[in-house]
Structures are given as structure tokens and as C-alpha cells.
């Protein structure tokens, strides 16, 4: 008889997955495999929902096997560890982003950026080497190698911090690569949504001169209020992008609706630096000449290795810095989700896994 999700493996799962185009959301059965001796048991306590879990629920992306269980901001307390774990204890708080799986020897893993692994396995919807797909933290619980499993610093708040797993890192390590985290640099960033106001929390915390780009003025209050932003841009307004003309050291561009990035790289500084990390369905029209002009790079980022994503939570334990957040119970995923889409959401979903998953 062929394996099916909830047989292939011996330990039971339960959670919420999508099994077709739709997207649509519900109770499924599932099983994970056995604890390996590098292995973490963790009971799933709370996980953020984010974007990318859309795209793969709804195979936006082409590449999606169905059933579905998404989520890879997932904060949970261990309940077993594998004969050879070293860094985990039962009872230990613990954390699992986007990554579970590298292969461990090439250059990019050998620096610990896994994430620049050709063969890195996502935590959810990706083969596993056993050849089955990867689940993440719509679930009651998780089993993944010690490796890829993050120390939860004492004092950051599980819910709120759970995001930093995905969004949080996603947003600090290209500020660190590209040397916009030194204090008095004049750090932009665009759109305020589940990246966008973590990296303005990020940019202060790195003692930047903070500058939200929105399109409207919807955002302002917010922005600078809120997050405390130093300034306010709606970008659509052509003379107020014009009055900081070649004047950013770096700007952080979160958003992923089609949008030109002209006018960014026009308020750039020389040798000014417009980092991507949204994914935008149309490619970027790029004119060569504004950087040219100014030897300005645009480059991406695409999350953070293990290592640095655990420096990630330690520098946002010790700043303060979470998500702001809206806790929902499970059966409300479908919901946020269509809220999420429509932006109405300050500014992540999180499920409050522990309490409102009830195993049948
Ligand atoms: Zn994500
Ligand atoms: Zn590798």
C-alpha cells in the first residue's frame, strides 16, 4: 500500500494544511518521523504566519506538493532529544525559522550561510532527505536536526518574538552585510508591513537615522509614532522625494507588490546601496544610468544562516525588539489570511498554537 502523509512515518502529527490551489486551510492528519540522534523534539507553541505561506499553500510558485502544512516562525518547548544532541535539553524553549536542512560542507555552509546552500531544505513543503516533505508549524509538534534548531533568549517574548524567526532575520542580516548598521547611517525603508516594521525597529536599534517610504499617507502616525521612525516619505509624492535627493546611505526595499525602484536609487547617496527583500511577481526595470551615476549597487538578501540568526535573537532580546503582533487561534487561519492579503494586519499574524490546536 503506498505511504500516505499521515502513515509514511510512526509518530503521529495533527495541524492545519492546504491540499489544493485554493489554499484553504483545514484539520489534517499527518506523521513525522521518529527522533534521530541528532535530533529535537519540540511541541509547537506559538508560529507567525507569513507571506511565503500563502505562496506555497496556493503553489503560487509553481512548486507546491499537496497536502501543505506551512510556517517557519515557529517557537516551541522541547519534549525529546536524540542520543547524540549536545546543545538542546527536554524542557528547553527553543525556535525553528526557515531552514532545516544543508548539506553541511560546501563553502556557503562551511560560512555559515546555509541559507546560500544549494541543497538547503525549507522547513515546510520541501523534499527531506528521506525523500518525504518537510511540515512546519501549523502542527502540534516538530522534529528537526539540532543544527537548525535556535536557543529562545530568556527574555524575548515567545509570541511576539516568534516572527523574528523569518521577518526579524530577514531583515538584520542584510543591514549587517551591507554595512548599513552603523550608527548616524542614513537608512531607508520601504513599505511598513510584516518586514518593513521590523527592519525600522531594527535600523533604531542599530542606532540608524530611520526613514519610512510609504505610498500613501496612511502609514505616517504609525511609522513615527508607533515605531518611532525620524522621518516619513510617501513616495508617490514626487516633490517630497525630490527634497532628499542623493541623500540615503541605504535603503532596505521590503515590498513585494510590483512597484519601479527608480526614484529609490535617485535619493541614494554615491556608492548608495538599495538592498531587495521582497519578491515582486514583475521583475524591476533597472536603468543602468542612476547607477552609473554614483556607483550604486542594488543587491538582495535572502534570510540568515543559523548563526547569525541566533545573534539576530540575542540582539533583539537585548533591544526589545518583536513583532507587533495580533495572537489568533488556529481555526482563524483561513481569515488572517484574507486579511493579511488586504494589509489589514499590524503587522503579523501569530497562532497561538498550544492553546487552540486540539488534538482529536
Ligand atoms: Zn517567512
Ligand atoms: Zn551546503
Not at 542584510?174 to 518586514?195: A, E, F, Q, R, S
Not at 512597484?259 to 526595470?285: A, M, T
Request: proline share 6%; aromatic share 8%.
Amino acid at each position: 500500500m503506498a505511504k500516505t502523509p499521515e502513515t509514511e512515518h510512526p509518530i503521529k502529527s495533527y495541524g492545519y494544511g492546504a491540499c489544493d490551489t485554493s489554499g484553504t486551510f483545514a484539520p489534517l492528519n499527518f506523521s513525522r518521523r521518529a527522533t534521530g540522534d541528532k535530533d529535537v523534539r519540540f511541541k509547537v507553541l506559538y508560529c507567525g504566519i507569513c507571506h511565503t505561506d500563502v505562496h506555497f499553500a496556493r503553489n503560487e510558485w509553481g512548486v507546491t506538493t499537496y497536502p501543505v502544512v506551512p510556517g517557519h516562525e515557529i517557537v516551541g518547548i522541547v519534549t525529546e532529544v536524540g542520543s547524540k544532541v549536545e546543545k538542546f535539553k527536554v524542557g528547553e524553549t527553543v525556535g525553528v525559522g526557515c531552514l532545516v536542512g544543508s548539506c553541511r560542507s560546501c563553502q556557503s555552509c562551511d560560512n555559515n550561510l546555509e541559507q546560500y546552500c544549494s541543497k538547503m531544505i525549507l522547513t515546510y513543503a520541501f523534499p527531506y532527505y528521506d525523500g518525504t516533505m518537510t511540515r512546519g508549524g501549523y502542527s502540534d509538534h516538530m522534529v528537526t536536526d539540532e543544527h537548525f534548531v535556535l536557543h529562545w533568549p530568556e527574555n524575548l517574548p515567545l509570541d511576539s518574538g516568534a516572527p523574528l524567526l523569518c521577518a526579524g532575520v530577514t531583515t538584520y542580516s542584510p543591514l549587517k552585510h551591507y554595512g548599513l548598521d552603523k550608527p548616524g547611517t542614513k537608512l531607508g525603508i520601504v513599505g511598513l508591513g510584516g518586514l518593513g516594521h521590523i527592519a525600522v525597529k531594527m535600523g533604531k536599534a542599530f542606532g540608524a537615522e530611520v526613514t519610512v517610504f510609504s505610498t500613501t499617507e496612511a502609514k505616517r502616525q504609525e511609522a513615527l509614532e508607533g515605531l518611532k521612525a525620524d522621518h516619513f516619505i510617501v513616495s508617490k509624492d514626487s516633490e517630497q522625494m525630490q527634497a532628499v535627493t542623493g541623500t540615503f546611505d541605504g535603503i532596505l526595499d521590503t515590498v513585494s507588490a510590483n512597484h519601479p525602484i527608480l526614484p529609490f536609487l535617485n535619493v541614494l547617496k554615491p556608492d548608495g546601496k538599495l538592498i531587495l527583500v521582497g519578491v515582486p511577481e514583475k521583475p524591476h526595470e533597472l536603468p543602468a544610468f542612476p547607477l552609473i551615476m554614483g556607483r550604486k549597487i542594488v543587491g538582495g538578501s535572502n534570510i540568515g544562516g543559523l548563526k547569525e540568526t541566533q545573534e539576530m535573537l540575542e540582539f533583539s532580546a537585548k533591544n526589545g525588539i518583536t513583532a507587533d503582533i495580533e495572537l489568533i487561534p488556529i481555526d482563524y487561519v483561513n481569515t488572517a489570511v484574507d486579511r493579511m492579503l488586504k494589509s489589514d494586519v499590524r503587522y503579523r499574524f501569530v497562532i497561538d498554537v498550544a492553546n487552540s490546536l486540539k488534538t482529536p
